[in-house]
């Protein structure tokens, strides 16, 4: 049962350029949502998935694209990362059906970008 | 834009006392409010979860809401070394069914 998976957990990566990072969920949830934090900001929102098939912008989009592959698949794409992109992702997912199950987060990658 | 507002700590009680923490929110029509803990370097894990007026329990831990109010609360009571973490509340959007959060307030609990 391994519920929210998150790869990778760690990178680090050189002013301009691209990665992917992956995340997938066992729940059957159909709600899958981006965050990143850093230190005093909290959690905030990059982008949204209600649905399979569907995303949506949040909070801090810019500098992001992502991808509902299927509606276990949620991936976001930094295609030139920037120093400011330096943080911890977490990828979430959640049942929209059952407000009150909240969501269940990955495990996190932690980007550095230099 | 929805705001969720921390008391900003750190907060640090003594091992065995009540530990209180506190959360305000701007968005009226929310119906689901929710605790997070975070240990240093992992991911939120939620605790709590309430909708309903007054109080909710769960072993050492209390949720209280207040709608009139826009207040959520969360208690620890006798609190123990383990519980010294990051809480994050958050509450469901009345509009766009998703969570908001707030910043955090962290807490430690010293022996």
């Known amino acids: 049962n391994a519920g929210v998976t998150q790869t990778p957990k760690f990178q680090v990566l050189k002013t301009g350029q691209s990665m992917t990072l992956q995340c997938a969920q066992d729940m059957n949830h159909n709600s899958m949502y981006w965050y990143r934090q850093d230190p005093g900001m909290g959690l905030r929102l990059i982008y949204y998935s209600a649905s399979e098939g569907t995303t949506d912008k949040g909070e801090v989009p810019n500098g992001y694209n992502v991808s509902r592959l299927n509606k276990r698949e949620f991936s976001l794409r930094l295609e030139s990362a920037a120093p400011s992109q330096t943080s911890v992702y977490f990828c979430?997912?959640?049942?929209?059906?059952?407000?009150?199950?909240?969501?269940?987060f990955g495990s996190g990658t932690r980007l550095t970008v230099v | 834009q929805k705001e969720v507002e921390q008391n900003s700590g750190p907060l640090s009680v003594p091992e065995g006392a009540i530990a209180s923490l506190n959360c305000t929110y701007s968005?009226?029509?929310?119906?689901?409010f929710f605790w997070y803990r975070q240990y240093s370097g992992k991911s939120p894990e939620l605790i709590m979860s309430i909708y309903s007026n007054g109080d909710k329990e769960d072993g050492r831990f209390t949720a209280q809401l207040n709608k009139a109010s826009q207040y959520v609360s969360l208690l620890i009571r006798d609190s123990q070394p383990s519980d010294s973490a990051t809480y994050l509340c958050?509450?469901?959007?009345?509009?766009?069914?998703?969570?908001?959060f707030g910043r955090g307030t962290q807490l430690t609990v010293w022996p």
């Open positions: 958050a509450v469901m959007s009345s509009t766009l069914g998703r969570l908001y």
């Open positions: 979430a997912s959640s049942d929209q059906g059952i407000p009150l199950y909240g969501y269940t």
């Open positions: 968005d009226r029509g929310s119906q689901s």
